[in-house]
């Protein structure tokens, strides 16, 4: 299914749009370092407080349609320790 991953560390966001072949539940741990790059796993540990930079929380999994009508998933993952 089409997934808007939003990362954030309380001051930085990235979002990466991926296929994800599983729904994460909320409060279960995300491993960041399959998903984003290198260089942007380290712009997020840059500006989070003691983040290890390989598991994010996930925050919240919310369903949406984009202008097309189209149906995907927007997943808030948060990356601090």
Not at 12 to 40: C, G, M, S
């Amino acid at each position: 299914m089409t997934t808007k991953l939003i990362f954030t560390t309380g001051s930085k966001t990235i979002e990466y749009w991926t296929e994800l072949p599983f729904i994460p539940r909320t409060h279960e741990l995300f491993n960041v370092a399959d998903i984003l790059k290198e260089k942007d796993i380290e712009n997020l540990k840059d500006t989070a407080v003691n983040w290890e930079g390989i598991h994010g929380t996930v925050h919240s999994v919310e369903y949406r349609f984009n202008d097309q009508k189209e149906f995907f998933m927007e997943i808030y993952v948060v990356c601090l320790n």
